[in-house]
């Protein structure tokens, strides 16, 4: 099968490091496979969203060198076809009108009943009706990794109570109707995986390969993410940002090619990128504590 991946920015802040990294290592597996490689805007939460930053993120992937294959795909204008995907979860999806304070007692998660005090005329969230089964797979670069969703998630949902898609649901539409063979991100959506591959299994969708790269810490050990204000990568000057995205990607050698432009210096790493060597290269890095 041809190979095609993809990298799916949220609009909430411009780019910084820690998403670079994603997009680099999520665009250099795809050349190194000969494949696509598409952008997917995951514009679907307009209160998380900040203005003008999906079009900063993609004129700052066109000018890393990274530009979309096909027309990038914006999940804001998609809810036709997650409206029919939705339709087809049938029976194991439910409404539920619990609030976080109703599940403080489960620690947030939910399992089976309902347990709302709100007035039952008030529009439901729609939770996905899960099972005491444990739900794994393969990781290329992580292993191994499995969930028990009711015992590690429970229930969740897929619907919000304001009618948009929830992100666990929207991907697996949308990457089962883009092709995508193989998902590489960060490893911070480790533990998302097994929700998304259940989802697959009832939609009747092909689960594609993982592999979840290290994520990027702050000095604290943080991971950088935009809600905590990580600096954007700038496009004015991509060449030292992209160098460091590729060191930290296991190419050090790569990083200090006399490339003089964003184009030259990805074509040069493209044969360098191992995913064995950067597995190695994991040991070196804090363990991903799916329970942080
Ligand atoms: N939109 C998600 C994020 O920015 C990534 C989703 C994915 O790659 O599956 O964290």
Redesign the pocket.
């Known amino acids: 099968m041809n190979y095609r991946g ?5 609009p ?1 802040g411009p780019l910084h490091f820690g ?1 670079l990294v ?1 997009a680099v290592g ?1 665009w250099l597996r795809a050349r190194s496979q000969r494949g696509a490689w598409l952008i ?1 805007m ?1 514009d679907l939460d307009p209160q998380r969203e900040v203005p003008g930053a999906a079009d900063d993120i993609l004129a700052t992937l066109v000018a890393f060198g990274m530009p979309s294959d096909e027309p990038v795909v914006w999940q804001s204008r998609r809810s036709q076809a997650y409206a029919a995907s939705f339709a087809q979860l049938g029976e194991h999806v439910f409404p539920c009108r619990c609030s976080r304070s109703d599940l403080a007692a489960s620690n947030g998660v939910h399992r089976g009943a309902c347990v709302a005090t709100a007035d039952p005329a008030r529009a439901p969230a729609w939770r996905l009706r899960v099972d005491d089964r444990s739900v794994g797979f393969d990781d290329l670069l992580q292993g191994g990794f499995a969930q028990n969703l009711l015992r590690d998630v429970g229930d969740f949902v897929v619907r919000r109570v304001e009618g948009g898609y929830a ?1 666990q649901f929207a ?1 697996v539409v949308d ?1 089962a109707e883009a092709g995508i063979t193989e ?4 490893a ?2 480790l533990d ?1 995986t097994p929700r ?1 591959i259940r989802l697959q299994q009832l939609l009747g969708l092909p689960t594609p390969r993982y592999l979840h790269l290290p994520l990027v810490l702050d000095r604290t050990g943080a991971k950088l993410s ?1 809600s905590e204000g990580a600096p954007p990568v700038d496009r004015h000057d991509p060449m030292p940002a992209l160098r460091a995205a590729l060191a930290f990607l296991g190419l050090p050698n790569a990083a200090r090619v006399a490339a003089t432009s964003p184009d030259a210096l990805l074509a040069h790493a493209v044969p360098h990128f191992d995913i064995d060597a950067l597995r190695k290269k994991l040991d070196g890095f804090p363990a991903f504590d799916c329970n942080a």
Not at 183 to 186: A, C, L, T
């Open positions: 993809r990298f799916a920015p949220s909430t998403s994603a999520s997917r995951e992100y991907v990457d998902i590489v991100r960060g911070d959506l998302s998304q935009k």
